[in-house]
């Protein structure tokens, strides 16, 4: 399942309920996957929470909502498609978060970081909103 937001909410509450409900409805999903494939492991329920710490943080900063799906390696993806290239943010619910943006002009860019490494989550965003501009 993927999640994209072409008008999402501007107001803070309308906004978490919007994602809440996102990520409860792409928990489902890859809970029955997870039932019918053997084979496939769900991601952890930390990484919901994870996610919807970032996708917070990404609304207040001012970056454009992400489209949201999840992998068959554990993760959620966070997954920007600015003009001539793609971000992505890949969470696995440990606090690791894996930053990656190619761009057609550009070498690829990516960064390891945990949650609580504040730096490098700025560093992040910083990176982020200079897609958008």
Request: with cysteine; net charge negative.
């Amino acid at each position: 399942m993927q999640a994209s937001y072409e008008n999402p909410p501007t107001d803070v509450p309308s906004f978490r309920q919007s994602v809440q409900q996102e990520l409860a409805n792409l928990h489902k999903e890859v809970d029955t996957v997870s039932v019918e494939d053997s084979e496939f492991y769900p991601a952890p329920e930390l990484v919901y929470n994870d996610a919807l710490f970032l996708l917070e943080m990404l609304h207040h900063s001012g970056i454009p909502t992400p489209d949201i799906s999840w992998s068959e390696d554990d993760s959620l993806n966070l997954t920007w498609h600015p003009e001539a290239g793609i971000a992505t943010l890949e969470i696995y619910g440990n606090g690791l978060v894996i930053y990656n943006a190619t761009r057609d002009d550009e070498r690829p860019d990516e960064v390891s970081f945990t949650l609580t490494d504040t730096i490098c989550l700025q560093d992040c965003f910083t990176k982020l909103n200079r897609l958008f501009q």
